[in-house]
């Protein structure tokens, strides 16, 4: 009879092995297109760098902001202006209302079709965002498993906030060491989805995903990640903050709410949106408005360099060696 010891070796081994396939499984190398992913946490110079290299490569950009979607929500989100966009075909941006109901799947149902017509055109796709979850959903497949419930996701996410996600951590262990052992403790968006799919399959997340072979790989990626130093990061955010609110995130924001998108909508309750919401509300002042939001802000660049260092893939590069990473992509198509 095999040990317990060796059953739990071979049982993490099976589901390592199985979450390096997310990224490394392919098909035949020669029929699969190539694509160009640049991400990074936010302020991190991910738009203006690769304009430059759609530019250079005579490439389009594909969005893969989460909020860049949403139409109205344009300083809030560091939308990339007209201007900016000038010369470059951008796609994936503004492509929903903000009370309409989109997730990855429905990016990915959208984006990919926009690649493969580029690909049929001999042009170079860069697919450009911090959101890693939509990355993931366009290279590597999504677990096929229960919907979302909002009302358990609440509970969770606000269990979370109160709590901290270490404490979610360990009930996670205790449902499913092998999830636990592969989800870092401060991954909050992780741990929560790893809770919610456990409550609502009554199977263990680690068990689904073994199940899953992620072997739906369209695409063949370079995946560079900016890497920025972090208190120039920091410094950077800090500024975009102070400029939002110059550039008019307030009146951008109550113009919304004009319109009758309500301000529980998940959209408006996203960065930024939601802060100038408590400032109307006169829950905080303009200087407490701005310092939470330059707070809330580098949080979400931390969790989403957390996110990215997971990923065995990324290739991690200076957004100031622009020649180097023309070298890489060079090498790569």
Not at 193 to 212: G, K, M, N, W, Y
Not at 231 to 249: A, F
Request: hydrophobic letters at 35%.
């Amino acid at each position: 009879m095999r040990s317990k010891k060796c059953s739990k070796e071979l049982s993490d081994y099976r589901y390592k092995e199985t979450l390096e396939a997310i990224q490394i499984k392919d098909h035949p190398r020669e029929n699969i297109p190539k694509l160009i992913v640049i991400t990074g946490p936010t302020a991190s110079g991910k738009s203006s760098l690769a304009v430059e290299l759609a530019l250079h490569f005579n490439g389009e950009i594909i969005n893969s902001d989460s909020m860049q979607v949403y139409r109205g929500m344009d300083v809030g989100t560091a939308k990339p202006s007209i201007e900016e966009r000038k010369g470059v075909a951008h796609h994936m941006i503004d492509v929903a209302d903000p009370d309409e109901d989109f997730n990855a799947s429905t990016y990915r149902s959208m984006a990919e079709p926009i690649i493969r017509d580029a690909v049929e055109r001999k042009s170079l796709c860069f697919v450009v965002g911090g959101t890693g979850l939509y990355i993931r959903a366009l290279l590597g497949g999504l677990l096929k498993c229960a919907p979302v419930d909002p009302g358990l996701r609440e509970a969770l996410s606000r269990e979370c906030t109160e709590r901290g996600a270490p404490f979610l951590h360990q009930r996670l262990k205790r449902l499913d060491p092998d999830a636990a052992s592969n989800i870092h403790p401060n991954d909050r968006t992780r741990v929560v989805r790893a809770l919610e799919v456990i409550s609502l399959t009554d199977q263990p997340f680690s068990s689904l995903v073994f199940q899953h072979n992620f072997g739906d790989r369209p695409f063949r990626a370079l995946k560079i990640c900016l890497q920025v130093d972090r208190e120039l990061l920091y410094k950077r955010i800090d500024e975009r903050s102070v400029n939002m609110i110059r550039s008019g995130l307030l009146e951008e924001s109550r113009e919304l709410l004009n319109k009758g998108f309500s301000r529980e909508l998940p959209a408006m309750n996203s960065i930024g949106y939601r802060h100038a919401i408590k400032f109307f509300n006169n829950v905080t002042t303009l200087e407490e408005t701005i310092l939470q939001l330059q707070r809330d802000t580098r949080r979400y660049a931390k969790r989403q360099l957390t996110w990215f260092r997971a990923d065995p893939e990324m290739v991690w590069m200076s957004p100031e060696h622009t020649d180097v990473i023309k070298n890489k992509i060079e090498e790569f198509i």
